[in-house]
Structure formats: structure tokens, C-alpha cells
């Protein structure tokens, strides 16, 4: 499967619970600042992030997790650093590792050459209520601005899309 673009940034969470829908508050954003940029947003780690990704050069998945850093805080993470921290506690039912390991042992060739994981430091994720914590919320445009560096970097200061 061959993409246009070369980059997508994917959101995953939940809405229904509370700060687990970061990763979709975030993706939202991003899309409203460059409609240019190909987004995709899932409501939970299921082997449809493959389906997703195949064939695109660079992708960035954002999720809530609980990485044991302070609240709001964000981390990068390549595939090999997930894989030193598989176990990452989240709010799906299969981790984010084992899918992305499945997809590189039999899609090789058409997995992303290149593939960032943004972990942000959540409260309780695994609990149904409305909304992103406000406190949370307020880190959103620091974590995209980041976002798009990274892509500006990779870019060359062109447009991603």
C-alpha cells in the first residue's frame, strides 16, 4: 500500500475516559493548524494500526499511558526505546509494543522507516468521565509545537504533506 503522503501522525484514546483522549485532542489540533497533514485518530491499540501505517515513511503515534513521569509531561520514544518498555501500563488491552512488533515481523518492507511514539504522563485512564483534565489540557499546544518541529526537522522546513 503505497501512501501519497509521507507522513501521518495517529491519536489514540478513548473520549469517554477522561485524559486517555490526549492523543485525539492533540491529533485535532494539529489538523486544525495544517489540514496538509494526513491524521488519524483510533479509539483504542488494536492490530488496525497496522492497516494505518503500512507505507508511509514516518509516523507519530501519540497516547496517554502511565510512564511514571509527572503529570502532563511528554516523552518521544522510537520503536526500539517502546521495546525496552513494553509493558507501558495503558488503558487497551494489547500494548502498543506488540502490535508494532507483529507489523515489523510481517510487513517489513512496508512498516515506516521511521516511527516516533509520544507517551504523555496521564491520571487516571482507565475510568469513564467526560473531558481532558484542564491541567492536562493545557499542555496540548506545547506537545504539538514539538510535534511539528520534529516535523519541520525531518522536512527540511517543508510542508509534510
Do not use: C
Not at 11 to 38: H, L, Q, T
Amino acid at each position: 500500500m503505497e501512501h501519497r503522503d509521507k507522513y501521518l501522525i495517529m491519536g489514540i484514546g478513548n473520549p469517554n475516559m477522561g485524559d486517555d483522549a490526549i492523543g485525539i485532542e492533540i491529533v485535532n489540533n494539529i489538523k486544525n493548524k495544517d489540514k496538509g497533514i494526513e491524521t488519524e485518530i483510533l479509539f483504542y491499540i488494536s492490530f488496525e494500526i497496522l492497516d494505518k501505517i503500512l507505507g508511509y515513511e514516518h509516523v507519530i503515534i501519540i497516547d496517554a499511558a502511565d510512564i511514571g513521569l509527572v503529570y502532563g509531561q511528554w516523552k518521544f520514544l522510537s520503536y526500539m526505546d517502546l521495546s525496552q518498555n513494553m509493558y507501558i501500563k495503558n488503558s487497551h488491552g494489547i500494548t502498543l509494543f506488540h502490535v508494532l512488533k507483529t507489523g515489523y515481523e510481517i510487513f517489513e518492507n512496508k512498516m515506516p522507516k521511521e516511527l516516533d511514539i509520544v507517551l504523555i504522563q496521564t491520571g487516571k485512564i482507565t475510568d469513564f468521565e467526560e473531558g481532558i483534565n484542564p491541567d492536562l489540557k493545557a499542555h496540548i499546544p506545547y506537545i504539538t509545537k514539538e510535534i511539528f518541529d520534529k516535523l519541520l526537522a525531518k522536512t527540511g522546513g517543508q510542508d509534510a504533506g
